[in-house]
């Protein structure tokens, strides 16, 4: 009898956790006045409802206060707001502050992790952090080590941690989290280096693995039915991410997972992306390899998929599909929809319907894309849904130790890591987009665990014939798949992007500056240049009843390795230290975080 009574507590905590940590980030994402998840909402939208701040005043905006990490290289992801605390990451070693926003920013408590920097030459591009998350009274790390920490929100102390992969094989992190239900799921980098790369769900009290879905791989690890989970409506069938590999290539398949994760929670089903196929070089891994580059759609309960969508098959250009899904619902052909929204590295913007997984928009959102003609939309095609890739830009047609000149976009893809936002006011979405193009060479590698598994040499440069920048901000009608209007910038836009009911856009430029724009026209109502190149994301909050805007400064990121690492040759980087070299004419490291208000 005491075993039963003892068994049924044990149920009824689960399932009082399991309802506290979902209703924590609803709640919290529900409150306009807090941020409490990098996304700020777990449809990704990246959307504020509150307007203090609007068009009409923005302009008169002034910086409220400022706080220095004390960390140099690249800041991406942006603070958390909970009730009267922000709380602000780092790039490696991943400090975490907890400041008092009632105490002009005092450290509240600060939790400062032991890593070995043996973990830095291993991660691939820059040493970023996309941020933290707040769920159930805890603040979530993923750590470069891959080390997942979970701290009390109020004291910093370690609740729980759990090792999600081994640095030593070049398993790193970047990414945030996504506390969902009762679990935390969580990504992993390493698709430079031949990882096997998988999502993994951790159960939010303890920190015990619940289960882990690979990109790759026999049904039973990559977590697929063959008869119920589709691709483009039709079931993936048996063993689908073994037979499009060559014999056991897909042990070091690549397909990372260190980009976004959205969520629906009636459909119940999270949505995030997979990278590209190791190696970079097409000849070594004949067929589709999937199921890399690939749009998921999930169960957060036992991480089965139900569907799944390959945008980039058989990768040539290193275009991986991490970027965020936006969830919006619209109205298509007079029936409103739950759609999903994607912009993707290979230059094409994607809308899907999220349950089904049908595809209804693949169009270009930079013109100037050309690796592929156009994606088949012809339902009765064999080549629904692929790209039709051009032979000229194709490196694998071109072969091995060739130079396939003139390919766009470059390998950071025509939008990478750094998020769009959507507005329901305007039913536009906001695009921070590279506007670059790139020669690659593809030679053959060997692999060895823990080393570089590259297999291409790359060389980058603004898209030629154009405005001679290398960068675009655009806003995007996601039902048209049309580019409404266009901002363009000298360098990336490398800065995630914020909309707010005010009918503002904010955005960061890789100089420094913040911006804000008019939603409806992308008129430039303000601009003020921060200490360092900004690659972080906007966010906003309230606090005793003012409106406040914040985000990262601090170059680096891909875009910005050159000046983040100190490195001088043009080849360094994959090809981005050539690229970006007249960066360091505008700016220098840093890392702080600028926060602005109106004037009382």
């Not at 777990?42 to 990490?69: C, E, M, P």
């Not at 006011?425 to 060997?446: A, G, I, K, Q, W």
């Amino acid at each position: 009898m005491r075993k039963i009574l003892l068994g049924a507590a044990a149920a009824l905590l689960a399932s009082t956790g399991m309802s506290m940590a979902n209703d924590s980030v609803m709640s919290g994402t529900k409150n306009p006045n807090g941020w409490v998840i990098q996304t700020g909402d777990y449809a990704n939208t990246r959307h504020s409802k509150l307007s203090q701040i609007n068009k009409n005043n923005v302009g008169d905006l002034q910086v409220a206060w400022t706080f220095s990490t004390g960390v140099l290289r690249g800041h991406e992801g942006s603070p958390l707001v909970v009730g009267d605390t922000m709380y602000v990451h780092t790039p490696f070693p991943n400090i975490v502050y907890a400041l008092d926003l009632n105490n002009h920013g005092a450290i509240k408590w600060k939790y400062e992790p032991k890593q070995d920097p043996d973990v830095i030459p291993v991660m691939c591009c820059d040493t970023v952090n996309r941020g933290l998350a707040f769920a159930n009274g805890m603040v979530f790390l993923h750590q470069a080590d891959t080390t997942v920490v979970a701290l009390d929100a109020k004291s910093g102390q370690v609740r729980w941690s759990a090792v999600n992969g081994d640095p030593s094989k070049g398993e790193t992190n970047t990414a945030t989290v996504l506390p969902v239900k009762d679990k935390v799921i969580v990504g992993i980098s390493g698709g430079e280096f031949g990882v096997q790369s998988h999502v993994t769900a951790y159960n939010i009290e303890t920190g015990e693995r619940v289960w882990r879905a690979y990109s790759m791989g026999p049904d039973e690890q990559i977590l697929m039915d063959p008869q119920k989970t589709t691709h483009l409506g039709k079931p993936v069938g048996k063993d689908s991410g073994l037979n499009t590999w060559e014999g056991d290539q897909w042990k070091i398949g690549g397909g990372a997972t260190w980009g976004w994760y959205s969520y629906d929670p009636e459909a119940d089903l999270f949505y995030y992306g997979t990278g590209n196929p190791s190696t970079w070089n097409p000849a070594q891994r004949p067929g589709d390899n999937r199921w890399s580059m690939t749009i998921m759609a999930r169960d957060p309960d036992d991480g089965m998929a139900k569907w799944v969508y390959q945008m980039t098959p058989h990768d040539e250009w290193d275009y991986d599909g991490i970027n965020e899904m936006i969830l919006t619902e619209q109205e298509i052909d007079g029936k409103m929809r739950k759609l999903l929204t994607h912009f993707d590295r290979n230059g094409f913007g994607y809308t899907l319907d999220r349950i089904t997984g049908e595809l209804l928009v693949a169009e270009k959102f930079d013109p100037v894309v050309n690796w592929a003609t156009h994606v088949e939309m012809d339902k009765n095609s064999p080549q629904y849904g692929r790209p039709q890739v051009v032979s000229k830009y194709s490196t694998e047609q071109n072969g091995e130790d060739v130079n396939t000149t003139g390919v766009c976009p470059a390998a950071l893809g025509t939008k990478d890591q750094q998020p769009a936002a959507y507005s329901p006011r305007t039913e536009l979405f906001y695009v921070p987009t590279n506007h670059v193009c790139m020669d690659y060479e593809p030679f053959r590698v060997s692999y060895t665990a823990g080393q570089p598994y590259v297999g291409a040499t790359l060389s980058m440069y603004p898209a030629p014939n154009s405005h001679g920048g290398m960068g675009n901000f655009i806003a995007w009608d996601g039902k048209k798949g049309e580019i409404v209007w266009s901002i363009p910038e000298q360098f990336s836009v490398w800065s995630g992007a914020m909309s707010t009911d005010g009918d503002v856009v904010f955005y960061g430029t890789l100089e420094g500056f913040l911006k804000a724009v008019d939603a409806h026209t992308g008129e430039e109502l303000y601009k003020f240049k921060t200490p360092s190149g900004i690659i972080g994301n906007v966010m906003t909050y309230a606090h005793n009843g003012k409106q406040y805007v914040a985000v990262l400064s601090g170059v680096g990121g891909w875009a910005g390795i050159g000046l983040a690492a100190g490195l001088t040759n043009p080849n360094d980087g994959l090809g981005a230290v050539g690229g970006y070299a007249a960066l360091s004419n505008y700016t220098a490291l840093g890392g702080q975080l600028t926060v602005f208000a109106l004037p009382d």
